[in-house]
């Protein structure tokens, strides 16, 4: 079975701090797909990044980036210099081979404050 | 080139009446997935369609629970006789294969039902 968690339920941050947001993932599939999702106060998921299980490189996308770790099973989402606007649930989800259906976990809401 | 869209954004049904959900995918996406979001919740998949068929609907509540994805026309997801606890966000996903590697969600239903 496919799991997904994240155990920080909420987190709080000062403008201009770093923050992470950690996701632990099961799954016996050898082949498979991480993600996560931003979803803002107006209510819509917007896609943030796909990576795939054989491709372990760490990714920057601006003050985004992420980090896959194949041994501890995790893709920590990493937000530098925090801004008001980072203020948002993130999801992150898993899916594995064949014609499955992504599994999120239950979000981390985070609030950056002025 | 639209994204995916979802009608109506708000929907507010009496205990006992219908809801009818709609989705229309990217162009060029045959594949939709429907997923539920109760408050302060993660996504929680219901079904997976395909043009005229169901491919999986491990997650759909047995009963009052339908979804359909016509040859033409959006995949509609219906709920009869809705009671209290279907009120959520419902979001879909659409994607041009069944691998759903590039996963783009609509900007949600929300069910409110009184």
């Known amino acids: 079975a496919q799991k997904v968690t994240q155990a920080q339920t909420e987190i709080s941050v000062v403008e201009k701090e770093d923050v992470t947001l950690d996701c632990v993932y099961e799954?016996?599939?050898?082949?498979?797909?991480l993600f996560w999702y931003k979803q803002p106060p107006s209510g819509e998921l917007v896609f943030l990044i796909r990576r795939n299980s054989f491709d372990e490189q760490n990714e920057i996308s601006g003050r985004y980036s992420w980090n896959f770790q194949k041994s501890t099973s995790s893709f920590n989402f990493t937000i530098t210099a925090s801004q008001v606007v980072d203020s948002a649930v993130y999801f992150c989800a898993l899916r594995g081979s064949g014609n499955t259906p992504l599994v999120f976990g239950k979000g981390t809401r985070l609030s950056v404050i002025a | 080139n639209a994204g995916v869209m979802q009608n109506p954004r708000h929907l507010v049904r009496r205990r006992g009446q219908e809801a009818r959900l709609r989705c229309s995918p990217m162009?060029?996406?045959?594949?939709v997935y429907w997923y539920r979001q109760l408050p302060e919740e993660g996504l929680k998949f219901m079904v997976y369609?395909?043009?005229?068929?169901?491919?999986?609907e491990s997650g759909m509540p047995k009963e009052r629970f339908s979804a359909e994805f016509p040859k033409e026309g959006p995949s509609i997801l219906r709920i009869q006789q809705v009671v209290r606890g279907d009120s959520a966000a419902y979001f879909c996903?659409?994607?041009?294969?069944?691998?759903?590697?590039?996963?783009?969600f609509g900007q949600g239903t929300r069910l409110t039902v009184v």
């Open positions: 369609l395909q043009k005229e068929n169901i491919i999986d």
């Open positions: 799954t016996r599939d050898t082949t498979y797909y």
């Open positions: 162009k060029g996406h045959s594949h």
């Open positions: 996903a659409s994607s041009p294969t069944a691998t759903l590697t590039e996963a783009f």
